[in-house]
């Protein structure tokens, strides 16, 4: 098992179980067919951002806060990073294919990732060009376009990018 499937194992049972202990979690996740030492439930909690919070009787239990809502970035922010870091978008099947200067993909998929836009699925970001994911429904072009509108690519050039 992946240490990010553990991770994600660990969060569901943290969730469903009062674990008051990393040997207690070692054991759970034993009961899940994954063997791992305190060391690395340990790291894995670190990493998670477990906290131990007082349950019923006094007691501690390991709790992963939640996620704030807030982490959805604002809209201005969004259209500052497209405008800074895209130089053109395509458009095949389901799919914007974004084209950034070399080392900046992950930069604009991440600020795309992270709007929370209901026309994107998720996106896939090499090293100067990233694939967005359309949702169900919507087609590539339709994407490009929403895309370009929010990098401010309009006019004549739009479907080249900027010039």
Do not use: F
């Amino acid at each position: 098992m992946s240490k990010t499937n553990r991770q994600h194992l660990i969060m569901k049972l943290l969730s469903e179980h009062s674990v008051t202990s990393q040997q207690q979690l070692a054991d759970l996740l034993a009961g899940q067919g994954v063997i791992t030492n305190r060391a690395t439930v340990s790291r894995d909690l670190d990493e998670l951002g477990a906290v131990t919070v007082r349950i019923a009787g006094g007691n501690t239990a390991y709790a992963i806060p939640e996620h704030p809502v807030a982490r959805i970035a604002p809209e201005e922010h969004l259209r500052r990073v497209l405008s800074e870091w895209v130089a053109d978008i395509g458009a095949s099947g389901n799919l914007a294919v974004v084209r950034t200067p070399p080392g900046s993909a992950h930069v604009v998929a991440s600020a795309l990732d992270r709007a929370g836009l209901e026309k994107i699925l998720g996106t896939v970001a090499g090293d100067d060009s990233l694939i967005v994911v359309a949702s169900e429904g919507i087609s590539g072009a339709e994407l490009a376009d929403c895309l370009r509108d929010l990098v401010g690519l309009t006019g004549p050039d739009a479907q080249e990018g900027r010039k």
